[in-house]
């Protein structure tokens, strides 16, 4: 499908873990150990803040990650507190740019991994469900638009986790009212440059792969000899589809049907629950 990570900390530049890490986003996008497709090259994108109250910063482009020379010159130069970046496996929709994630609207950036299955048979009605007054700023054709929408016109920049709870229960609807027996399949991230809200669930409940991050702390005194871990502070935190490095102790899974959200130094996991808006 797709391949994802989101990070906050200190300043960073965005290269230490799109292209110098060992199994980096960039790796994955030709060489994924856990998607349902090994090649992610249908485009890409990288969203950052400068400061929490800014408005993000993005670049996408429809070619394939690994060969975009204009993607390697920019994440050596920035350096940003909290950035997302997404790879990108099309399903039923085309590879334009509009339709690269991370998706924006105002401060917020989305990203989704999975798909709303049957799209093309539920996609009327859950347009048709998003508010009026963000329906213009919809630009592509995905379905994980569609969802960031939603998750904005039931409450995400109010409370992201019942938002997207929400966002979740209309698409089941959606889908069983047309005969899809397992409509969605999703793991989810949304910013607003001070917390990272990250979600793994399914309908079936087999969901697409999902890791966070350790004690960075912790990690420091594992390996104190790891310049980018140094570089990354204490309360660094990383949420991703999978591991960038194989070492033991760095990585914990996210369970199913629960929603991380991390803001600074704390992070709070909770049980994800969806209910009609």
Same mark, same amino acid.
């Given at each position: 499908?797709?391949?994802?990570?989101?990070?906050? @900390?200190?300043?960073?530049?965005?290269?230490?873990?799109?292209?110098?890490?060992?199994?980096?986003?960039?790796?994955?996008?030709?060489?994924?150990?856990?998607?349902?497709?090994?090649?992610? &090259?249908?485009?890409?994108?990288? @969203?950052?803040?400068?400061?929490?109250?800014?408005? /993000?910063?993005?670049?996408?482009?429809?070619?394939?990650?690994?060969?975009?020379?204009?993607?390697?010159?920019?994440?050596?130069?920035?350096?940003? /507190?909290?950035?997302?970046?997404?790879?990108?496996?099309?399903?039923?929709?085309?590879?334009?740019?509009?339709?690269?994630?991370?998706?924006?609207?105002?401060?917020?950036?989305?990203?989704?991994?999975?798909?709303?299955?049957?799209?093309?048979? #539920?996609?009327?009605?859950?347009?048709?469900?998003?508010?009026?007054?963000?329906?213009?700023?919809?630009?592509?054709?995905?379905?994980?638009?569609?969802?960031?929408?939603?998750?904005?016109?039931?409450?995400?920049?109010?409370?992201? #986790?019942?938002?997207?709870?929400?966002?979740?229960?209309?698409?089941?609807?959606?889908?069983?009212?047309?005969?899809?027996?397992?409509?969605?399949?999703?793991?989810?991230?949304?910013?607003?440059?001070?917390?990272?809200?990250?979600?793994?669930?399914?309908?079936?409940?087999?969901?697409?792969?999902?890791?966070?991050?350790?004690?960075?702390?912790?990690?420091?005194?594992?390996?104190?000899?790891?310049?980018?871990?140094?570089?990354? &502070?204490?309360?660094?935190?990383?949420?991703?589809?999978?591991?960038? #490095?194989?070492?033991? @102790?760095?990585?914990?899974?996210? /369970?199913?049907?629960?929603?991380? #959200?991390?803001? @600074?130094?704390?992070?709070?996991?909770?049980?994800?629950?969806?209910?009609? /808006?």
């Amino acid at each position: 499908m797709c391949r994802w990570l989101a990070y906050t @900390g200190n300043p960073i530049q965005l290269e230490t873990v799109l292209f110098r890490a060992e199994h980096s986003l960039i790796d994955q996008s030709l060489h994924s150990r856990m998607g349902h497709t090994t090649t992610n &090259g249908d485009g890409f994108g990288v @969203g950052w803040y400068g400061t929490p109250t800014d408005i /993000p910063f993005r670049y996408r482009c429809v070619q394939p990650a690994w060969s975009d020379r204009n993607l390697r010159e920019a994440a050596r130069a920035v350096r940003a /507190p909290l950035f997302v970046a997404h790879i990108r496996a099309a399903t039923d929709t085309p590879a334009q740019e509009t339709n690269c994630h991370p998706f924006r609207y105002g401060r917020w950036l989305f990203m989704h991994n999975g798909l709303i299955r049957n799209y093309p048979s #539920v996609r009327r009605d859950l347009m048709m469900a998003i508010d009026p007054d963000l329906f213009a700023s919809v630009e592509g054709s995905t379905d994980s638009e569609v969802m960031f929408y939603l998750a904005l016109t039931f409450g995400l920049e109010l409370a992201p #986790v019942t938002a997207l709870e929400r966002m979740v229960a209309v698409v089941e609807e959606a889908g069983r009212r047309h005969g899809v027996e397992h409509p969605l399949n999703m793991t989810v991230c949304a910013t607003d440059g001070e917390q990272i809200v990250a979600v793994r669930y399914s309908s079936e409940r087999q969901s697409r792969s999902l890791f966070h991050s350790t004690s960075f702390r912790h990690l420091r005194e594992l390996y104190p000899e790891d310049d980018r871990i140094k570089m990354a &502070g204490d309360d660094a935190y990383l949420v991703l589809s999978e591991p960038l #490095v194989d070492l033991p @102790g760095v990585w914990q899974e996210i /369970p199913e049907s629960v929603a991380v #959200v991390t803001k @600074g130094p704390s992070v709070e996991k909770f049980a994800f629950t969806p209910a009609l /808006p």
